[in-house]
C-alpha cells in the first residue's frame, strides 16, 4: 500500500473540509513561502481570509440563484443622472442594509420603466452579498402561489415558507386587480411579517389608490398601515428608461443615416 505524503493528506484534508479556495492556493502559497518564510500566524491568517472571501461569494451566488431575481442588475448600473428626483444617498443609505436589521420596509413608488424593479433588485443583490436569504416575486404571481396553497390546505405551511425570507420584494403591485379572496391572503402574509421581516415593494399606484387594487378600502389601509408604519418610500417622477434606451437608438440611427458618425 503506499503511504500518502503530509502534503497529500493536508490537500485531501483540505478537500474534506470544503476548502478548496484554500487548496487551490496551496501550492502557489508554499512556492511563494520559499523565497520570504512568513510567521506561521500570518500564513494561516492569508489562506484563511482567502477562503472566507470564496465561501462569501459561493453563497452569495446560491442566494442570488434561489431569490429568483428577473435579472441581476446592482446600484452601479443605475444612471442616477436620469432620474434627478432620487436621493443618490439615500439609496446608498439604504444598501448599509440597515432596514434589514431593523426590519424594516422600503416602498418605491412610480410610473413604468422609471427604474423602481432595478432598485428593488439591486438591494436584493446587496443583501445576498452579506447573506440574507432574499426572494422576488410579482403580486400576480405571489397571490396565485397562495391561491393555490390554500386549495390544496397548506396554506399556513406557505405563509411560514414566505415569512422565513429576510427580505421579500414584491414586484408590480397595481398592475392586476386582487379579488377578495387574493386580497385577504396578501394581507395574511404583509400581517405576519410585520414587525419580523424586511419588504419591498415596488408599485405604479399611489397609496390612495390602492383600494381600486385590493378588494376595498378596508383591506388596503389595513395593508398599508402594515408596510408603512417602518417604512422608506421612494417616490420616483421621472421619465421612463424605456423611452429613454429607444430615443438614444432612434438618435444613433440618425447620426449613421446623416454620416455623422
Known amino acids: 500500500m ?16 470544503k476548502l478548496d479556495k484554500m487548496r487551490s492556493m496551496l501550492p502557489e502559497y508554499l512556492e511563494d ?4 518564510p512568513p510567521h506561521i500566524v500570518d500564513s494561516l491568517l492569508k489562506l484563511t481570509e482567502e477562503e472566507i472571501k470564496y465561501q462569501t461569494i459561493r453563497a452569495s451566488e446560491a ?13 452601479e448600473d443605475f444612471d442616477f443622472d436620469f432620474q434627478p428626483s432620487i436621493n443618490k444617498n439615500e439609496i446608498y443609505d439604504l444598501a448599509t442594509l440597515r ?3 431593523d426590519k424594516s420596509n422600503i416602498l418605491f413608488v412610480g410610473n413604468s420603466g422609471v427604474g423602481k424593479t432595478h432598485l428593488a433588485v439591486a438591494l436584493g443583490i446587496k443583501a445576498t452579498e452579506h447573506r440574507y436569504s432574499v426572494y422576488f416575486i410579482t403580486c400576480h404571481a405571489l397571490i396565485m402561489k397562495l391561491n393555490k396553497a390554500q386549495k390544496e390546505n397548506r396554506l399556513d405551511k406557505m405563509l411560514r415558507h414566505m415569512c422565513q425570507y429576510r427580505v421579500l420584494i ?53 395593508v398599508l398601515d402594515r408596510l408603512l408604519h417602518y417604512s422608506s418610500v421612494i417616490r420616483i417622477t421621472g421619465n421612463s428608461y424605456r423611452i429613454k434606451d429607444k430615443l438614444e437608438e432612434q438618435d444613433t440611427k440618425k447620426k449613421i443615416g446623416g454620416n455623422y458618425v
Not at 2 to 17: F, P
Not at 33 to 36: Q, T, V
Not at 63 to 75: E, V, Y
Not at 194 to 222: C, E, H, R
Request: aromatic letters at 14%.
Open 2 to 17: 503506499i503511504k500518502m505524503s503530509n502534503y497529500t493528506k493536508l490537500l485531501k484534508n483540505l478537500e474534506d473540509l
Open 33 to 36: 513561502i520559499k523565497k520570504k
Open 63 to 75: 442566494l442570488i440563484r434561489a431569490a429568483a431575481f428577473p435579472f441581476k442588475k446592482t446600484l
Open 99 to 101: 432596514f434589514v436589521e
Open 170 to 222: 414584491i414586484d408590480e403591485i397595481g398592475y392586476l386587480p386582487v379579488d377578495k379572496e387574493g386580497s385577504n391572503l396578501f394581507f395574511q402574509l404583509i400581517n405576519k411579517r410585520y414587525g419580523n421581516k424586511s419588504t419591498i415593494i415596488t408599485t405604479n399606484m399611489p397609496f390612495s389608490k390602492w383600494s381600486d387594487v385590493f378588494y376595498d378600502a378596508t383591506l388596503a389601509n389595513a
